[in-house]
């Protein structure tokens, strides 16, 4: 199984900051990644496809970066709605598989 | 607009059976491969299965092999998952998705049911 690390596991950060979340597979995926915005009672949410794809009707302040074995989240200022938590999901070979998230704080 | 709406959960005692629903609406169901994703309480996601469009595509986590049987009824726009054996460490809150590409089974998903509660408890 492909196994995928995210870090950091939590993030504090203000308003208007520039926050990374990086995440790494345990081997190469080429650009077999998503990533998912989750608010606390709520489903995940699809922000990123193939790496680097922005889903439809999702802010352009979220950008996603990276191939292979490393990639990046980045939210190029930090708004109010975007304190949630962010989980990395593979889907380069079954079993899918997610990151353990990152929680970004209010700092 | 799409819709996924879960049902099924509930209080279920270790080694007990449990079958969820996913009733789905506002796009063509047939087209799209469909997941299920669990979050035990405070913790992360972890992908369950995936059915094929047609049903003919079917994958399993390791975890649950040989005791979930995830299937679909196209006729009735409704996913479902079948759990049997359940342990302690299943309680979760279970959630259906769409996968984003149509033809795919292997993908991300674009639209996320609310989730339903399994409680795995004596």
């Known amino acids: 199984d492909i196994q995928m690390t995210q870090s950091p596991s939590s993030v504090s950060a203000s308003v208007g900051d520039r926050v990374t979340i990086t995440c790494r597979a345990s081997?190469?995926?080429?650009?077999?990644l998503a990533w998912y915005q989750q608010k606390p009672g709520k489903a995940p949410k699809l922000l990123i496809y193939?790496?680097?794809s922005l889903q439809s009707g999702v802010p352009s302040r979220f950008s996603g970066g990276g191939s292979g074995t490393d990639f990046t989240l980045t939210i190029s200022s930090l708004q109010p709605e975007d304190f949630a938590t962010y989980y990395c999901?593979?889907?380069?070979?079954?079993?899918?598989?997610f990151g353990g998230g990152t929680k970004v704080e209010i700092k | 607009e799409v819709q996924l709406l879960e049902s099924g959960g509930g209080l279920v005692q270790p080694g007990g059976s449990l079958r969820l629903s996913c009733a789905a609406s506002?796009?063509?169901?047939?087209?799209?491969?469909m997941n299920w994703v669990r979050q035990a309480p405070g913790k992360g996601l972890e992908w369950v299965s995936v059915?094929?469009?047609?049903?003919?595509?079917?994958y399993y986590a390791d975890s649950v092999k040989g005791r979930f049987i995830i299937s679909r009824d196209n006729s009735k726009n409704t996913l479902y998952l079948q759990m049997n054996s359940l342990r302690a460490e299943e309680t979760a809150i279970y959630y259906c998705?769409?996968?984003?590409?149509?033809?795919?089974?292997?993908?991300?998903?674009?639209?996320w049911g609310q989730g339903t509660l399994v409680t795995v408890s004596s």
């Open positions: 998705a769409k996968t984003r590409r149509s033809g795919y089974v292997r993908a991300e998903a674009d639209y």
């Open positions: 506002g796009f063509t169901f047939s087209n799209y491969a």
């Open positions: 059915i094929s469009g047609s049903g003919g595509s079917i």
């Open positions: 081997q190469g995926i080429s650009s077999w």
């Open positions: 193939a790496a680097s």
């Open positions: 999901q593979q889907a380069d070979s079954f079993p899918l598989t």
